[in-house]
């Protein structure tokens, strides 16, 4: 490993790694627009010069690799007045219109203006050359040719990345623009990822635009709930509503990217139809009713069904929508009932998109494969519905299952037809709760802490952002309550709810596959799960 010195402090790092990485190990920023760590290095923006010891000329720190005993100066006269250089020039044309550009305050031409430049332009405004603004190009993306600094991250990741190449530079010298190749538009499932990457406000996501000021946004670091990948994200919101997702740097898992179809996910996570409320039936429709009184009724329901039919009779459903602990606790639940009649909804709509040799997945299922570790098979389902059926189970706890839209409402009234209770365990109003005798609102997982196990077996952190609505609460929570009820604890006001924590710390206990885990020790990257890769 190569050891160096970054403005007088020496660092020692791997091999093969360039100047910007190094001096990122020690602390120091280099300034740079065009270099990406997950995308071919080109060294066209000039923004990362350095003064390397011997060497005649200024270096780019994006292409020079560091080396044993190398000597490097980011902030020497030589490199701030190269700054200050590439700085005035790439102003030069660049509009005058940050209050009202959708990059304030997370563009790095701003960031680098005012920790290098300062300066004002010697470029009279009238002066400047005109390109387009707010041009729709596709793929959720709106280009402003003006903003841009032609660091051409956006045409490699479409060139490297995704190998769509739908956006290319056009024209020469001052003139030069990004630009869609004449009767085409951005058609790819990665698209908005060039947002990402995009150092300046030049390529903006069209259904963010406007909505809100990056600097009023709290960041909570995530995972995204749309496929089995799980890829690492993080939560931008406000007051509890969710403005966007982004990809968060995962290399385990995603890398840096994420798709479009995750991206846009959150908006069926705060909809219309959640529920705030326990609900049963008040004839033709479903009434609100208070926790204490449905949990009663739950919690009496389970003890009659099972001590006139045996615990046999209690069966329930989790679907792979469900955290690990969630399903752990489901599971821990039967287990105090007496009943080993529980499995896993593993569903996914016929239109889902197909695997590809990038991130998405056809399961659309974050955590099936924690279901599995913990016991939890998807090929239960069938012998529990035919066991419904047959009228030995009598009463089914459903937590984020709708089975109704995964079976078809024929098959649903065929096998859970004859069930005499349905209890229902779910964030959202579905046809499932439309045919319970007693729904229960519980959080959806950027409202909870807990964690996904990804096909691969990465058991990965969710943390929450901010409180579920209503009365709405999480799901080991209530099913705490429950198997607390039916031990004969009777509730204590006031008494603080059961954590994640312990309940991943029980699990990391009872089941193998996360044995010597524990929720905080995930990480920011998560670890593997114990069980060998399906």
């Not at 009184?293 to 006139?308: D, N, R, V, W, Y």
Request: with cysteine; charged share 25%.
């Amino acid at each position: 490993m190569p050891k160096l010195t970054i403005d007088d402090r020496q660092v020692e790092v791997p091999d093969g790694i360039n100047l910007i990485e190094a001096a990122r190990l020690c602390g120091v920023e280099i300034p740079h627009y065009c270099y990406h760590p997950a995308l071919a290095v080109v060294g066209n923006c000039r923004m990362c010069l350095v003064e390397v010891e011997k060497a005649p000329k200024l270096q780019i720190a994006c292409n020079t690799r560091a080396t044993d005993g190398m000597v490097v100066r980011t902030r020497s006269e030589r490199t701030q007045a190269a700054q200050r250089a590439v700085l005035e020039f790439l102003l030069v044309n660049h509009p005058i219109d940050c209050p009202v550009c959708d990059q304030a305050g997370e563009c790095k031409l701003q960031d680098y203006y005012m920790d290098f430049d300062r300066q004002p332009s010697r470029f009279e405004r009238g002066r400047k050359n005109h390109k387009g603004k707010a041009l729709d190009i596709g793929g959720g993306l709106m280009l402003d040719q003006e903003r841009c600094v032609l660091c051409a991250r956006c045409t490699r990741f479409f060139d490297d990345v995704t190998h769509t190449s739908e956006l290319a530079i056009f024209e020469r010298g001052d003139h030069n623009v990004i630009d869609i190749y004449p009767g085409r538009k951005v058609d790819n499932s990665y698209a908005l990822n060039t947002v990402d990457i995009c150092p300046v406000g030049a390529l903006t996501e069209k259904d963010f635009r406007f909505r809100m000021r990056v600097w009023y946004l709290h960041r909570t670091p995530s995972v995204c709930g749309g496929c089995e990948r799980g890829c690492a994200i993080d939560i931008h919101h406000h007051r509890g509503r969710i403005y966007r997702f982004k990809p968060r740097h995962n290399p385990e898992v995603n890398g840096y990217w994420m798709c479009d179809a995750g991206r846009r996910s959150f908006p069926a996570l705060q909809s219309e139809s959640r529920l705030t409320a326990p609900l049963k039936p008040a004839g033709e429709r479903m009434a609100p009713i208070g926790w204490d009184a449905a949990l009663a009724e739950a919690a009496a329901k389970i003890a009659e069904l099972s001590h006139a039919h045996g615990p046999s009779a209690i069966g329930a459903v989790a679907g792979a929508h469900s955290t690990n602990e969630e399903a752990f606790a489901l599971k821990r639940l039967m287990a105090a009932i007496g009943s080993g009649r529980i499995a896993a909804l593993a569903w996914s709509p016929a239109d889902a998109p197909r695997d590809d040799n990038l991130l998405i997945r056809a399961n659309r299922n974050p955590n099936a494969r924690g279901l599995a570790a913990i016991g939890i098979g998807a090929d239960g389902i069938g012998p529990l519905g035919e066991a419904a059926a047959a009228g030995e189970i009598k009463m089914l706890i459903a937590m984020r299952a709708d089975l109704v839209r995964a079976l078809g409402e024929p098959e649903f009234v065929r096998r859970f037809g004859p069930l005499d209770y349905l209890l229902v365990l779910d964030t959202d109003a579905n046809e499932t709760g439309q045919m319970a005798n007693l729904v229960l609102p519980i959080a959806a997982y950027p409202e909870l802490d807990g964690s996904f196990t990804n096909f691969k077996g990465q058991v990965q952190r969710l943390c929450k952002a901010f409180d579920p609505p209503g009365e709405a609460r999480s799901a080991i929570e209530i099913l705490d309550a429950l198997a607390a009820r039916l031990a004969g604890a009777a509730p204590r006001p006031g008494e603080a709810p059961l954590a994640a924590g312990a309940v991943f710390a029980e699990m990391a206990t009872a089941e193998p596959a996360f044995a010597g885990l524990t929720l905080d020790g995930l990480g920011e990257h998560g670890a593997p799960s114990r069980t060998p890769t399906a």
